[in-house]
């Protein structure tokens, strides 16, 4: 399994990004996936989930300023993030639940004025 997360970046407070992931080696389909993060120091959380039959569930640190969508066709989940505060300054990651051995890289989102 491979699982690349992209999307990341540098963006002020209240800005927005949208992150994605194509993981490959799966069946895509089949999966329910979520995106984590891990801050500097803390340990990596589950953030929004997103099940095969496309019912999502947020964090309550998200909530109502993600969203996770998932595009079958492509094989790639996303995760649109308006609102963005100093404290969600992370390492995003994709990933199956339950999640595999292999967590890629992650994509680095910063938010910072």
């Known amino acids: 399994v491979q699982l690349q997360a992209s999307g990341g970046g540098l963006v002020q407070p209240g800005g927005s990004l949208r992150l994605s992931c194509a993981p490959s080696?799966?069946?895509?389909?089949?999966?329910?996936m979520g995106w984590y993060r891990q801050a500097p120091g803390k340990q990596r959380e589950l953030v929004a989930r997103?099940?095969?039959?496309?019912?999502?569930i947020y964090a309550d640190s998200v909530k109502g300023r993600f969203t996770i969508s998932r595009d079958n066709a492509k094989n790639t989940v996303y995760l649109q993030m308006n609102n963005l505060k100093p404290e969600d300054t992370a390492v995003y990651y994709c990933n199956a639940i339950p999640t595999f051995s292999n967590w890629g890289q992650g994509t680095q989102v910063t938010v910072s004025s």
């Open positions: 080696g799966i069946t895509f389909s089949l999966y329910d």
């Open positions: 997103i099940t095969s039959g496309r019912t999502t």
